[in-house]
T-cell receptor
């Protein structure tokens, strides 16, 4: 069964500090891994998308890494800001033979930045 | 225009009401999706339309009825809902369901917060 697990479940850090969120997956056949940011009551917004061959990808203060061998990904946030308070969702895509793309969502990490 | 819009933002309805949620995109995407999201849970896929045809129905109860009038619009008709159907309903679109991969990135709308009394 395809699964995506994220840790920690929640995280509170001081403004200006860095943090790293983790994502472990068992999804096959793997196509790509996505990190989304979701503000409360809003739709998810894409931060990064990485394929099998990509180890790291940055989007401003967000840097995602992917280790396809260990099936792990991380999202590092540098110099956090109050606006970074949100849920961060790891989503893994699989494309089975002769089938349509299937996304498996993690349960998310709730990040709170305090001044 | 890289935006998916949804109306209304909030909806309160009784169990005997009939209402509709609307979603629109003008990115030329040919795949559109409905998700249901309960508090502190990830989105759950409900329906997928590909080229205006229903491609995936994740065993959703018949009180939810999707409709895709054209390539830019997606509706979700609601009838005889239950209080447990209260949730955030998200619409998303992507370039082409058949393409897969990074080029099939999904763009989400802001959602409709539905409350069933």
């Amino acid at each position: 069964k395809n699964q995506v697990e994220q840790s920690p479940q929640s995280l509170i850090i001081l403004e200006g500090k860095n943090c790293t969120l983790q994502c472990n997956y068992t999804v096959s056949p793997f196509s790509n891994l996505r990190w989304y940011k979701q503000d409360t009551g809003r739709g998810p917004v894409s931060l990064t998308i990485m394929t099998f061959s990509e180890n790291t990808k940055s989007n401003g203060r967000y840097t995602a890494t992917l280790d396809a061998d260990t099936k792990q990904s991380s999202l590092h946030i540098t110099a956090s800001q109050l606006s970074d308070s949100a849920s961060y969702i790891c989503v893994v895509s699989a494309i089975p033979n002769f089938g349509n793309e299937k996304l498996t969502f993690g349960t998310g990490t709730r990040l709170t930045i305090i001044p | 225009d890289t935006e998916v819009t949804q109306t209304p933002k909030h909806l309160v309805m009784g169990m005997t009401n009939k209402k509709s949620l609307k979603c629109e995109q003008h990115m030329g995407h040919r795949a559109m999706y409905w998700y249901k999201q309960k508090a502190k849970k990830p989105p759950e896929l409900m329906f997928v339309y590909s080229y205006e045809k229903l491609s995936i129905n994740e065993s959703v109860p018949s009180r939810f009825s999707p409709e895709c009038p054209n390539s830019s619009l997606l509706n979700l008709h609601l009838h005889a809902l239950q209080p447990e159907d209260s949730a955030l309903y998200l619409c998303a679109s992507s370039q082409d369901l058949r393409a897969g991969g990074p080029q099939n990135e999904q763009f989400f709308g802001p959602g409709t917060r539905l409350t069933v009394l």
